[in-house]
C-alpha cells in the first residue's frame, strides 16, 4: 500500500512538471514578434555637422541597413558617395566607381528608410531634372513630410560627383566640393534614389531634394548634379516619422552647430 501511494505521488509531480512546462512553452511561443518600423526616417548625425568636417564614421553599416533598404550618405572620412538600393549599399568613390559596402564599415552621415512606395509615376518623355522634381513635388499631400524618391530608367545623362577621403584637419566640405571630381554618363540605364526633406528639417538634413545615382550594372554613379529622365518610372514613398542618432564621441562634440550655414549648404548642393 505504501509503494502505490508512493508511485501515485511521483506520477502526480511528474503530470505537473510536465504541465508546467508545456504553460511555459505556451506562454513564449505567443509573445508577438517584433515588427520592423518601416515609416521612419533614420539619420546618423546631421548635415550641418558634416558641412562644418565631422567625417570620423560614427555608425557600423551592418547596423545602418537594420533601419532601412534605401539611403544615401557617405563613408567614413567622407570617402565616397554612398547609396542603398534594395537592401544593398554600395560607396561611389572618386574614380567614378561603385564599391559594395563591408557591414564593419562605418559612416558619418546617413539617411535611411524602407522604401514602401504610394505614389508611383510614370515617364514616357525626356524630362530634366528640375522638370522632374517639380512634377514629383506637385504629388505631396503635405510639404510638412519627409519623401523617400527613386527614379528608375533610361537617362540620355546624368551629372555626378564624388569627393576623396579626407585626412586631418578635416576642412570643411565647401572646400572638399570645390575640388570634386565630375563624372557625365551618357545614355545609361540606373537609378537615383534619395530624399526631400521639408524646411523643417534645416541644419538636420538637405532642405529640398538630395538624390545619389548607380547604373543598372551597379558599376558606376555618385551625388546628382543634374540628369535628364528619357523614359522611366518615379516612386515616392511619405515619411511622417523622423529620428536622428548623434555621435557619442569624436569631434561632434565640441562643434559648434549654431550658425546658421545655408550658404555653405547651397556650394555644397
Not at 545623362?157 to 578635416?170: D, F, G, I, N
Amino acid at each position: 500500500m505504501t509503494n502505490d501511494r508512493q508511485l501515485r505521488s511521483i506520477l502526480f509531480a511528474a503530470v505537473l512538471l510536465i504541465l508546467g512546462a508545456c504553460i511555459g512553452f505556451a506562454a513564449v511561443s505567443i509573445q508577438p514578434a517584433v515588427e520592423t518600423d518601416r515609416e521612419t526616417l533614420f539619420q546618423v548625425s546631421t548635415i550641418d555637422a558634416l558641412l562644418q568636417g565631422i567625417y570620423d564614421g560614427s555608425m557600423r553599416f551592418d547596423e545602418l541597413a537594420s533601419h532601412g533598404d534605401h539611403g544615401i550618405g557617405c563613408g567614413d572620412r567622407l570617402d565616397g558617395e554612398l547609396l542603398g538600393i534594395d537592401g544593398r549599399w554600395y560607396l561611389i568613390r572618386v574614380d567614378g566607381r561603385a564599391y559594395p559596402v563591408a557591414g564593419t564599415a562605418t559612416t558619418p552621415f546617413a539617411a535611411t528608410t524602407f522604401f514602401d512606395p504610394e505614389i508611383e509615376i510614370a515617364v514616357g518623355k525626356p524630362m530634366a531634372l528640375t522638370d522632374l522634381e517639380n512634377r514629383v513635388r506637385d504629388e505631396f499631400p503635405s510639404e510638412n513630410y519627409f519623401y523617400a524618391i527613386r527614379v528608375d530608367g533610361t537617362f540620355s545623362e546624368v551629372v555626378t560627383r564624388s569627393v576623396p577621403a579626407q585626412e586631418k584637419p578635416y576642412p570643411h566640405l565647401a572646400l572638399v566640393t570645390a575640388n570634386q571630381t565630375v563624372f557625365s554618363l551618357k545614355n545609361v540605364t540606373g537609378t537615383a534614389v534619395g530624399f526631400w526633406s521639408p524646411g523643417l528639417a534645416k541644419g538636420l538634413n538637405v532642405p529640398g531634394y538630395h538624390l545619389h545615382f548607380i547604373t543598372t550594372d551597379r558599376n558606376a554613379g555618385g551625388h546628382v548634379l543634374d540628369m535628364t529622365l528619357a523614359e522611366g518610372t518615379i516612386g515616392v514613398d511619405t515619411t511622417k516619422n523622423f529620428s536622428v542618432v548623434l555621435p557619442s564621441s569624436g569631434d561632434f562634440l565640441t562643434v559648434d552647430l549654431t550658425g546658421d550655414l545655408s550658404e555653405d549648404l547651397g556650394r555644397v548642393e
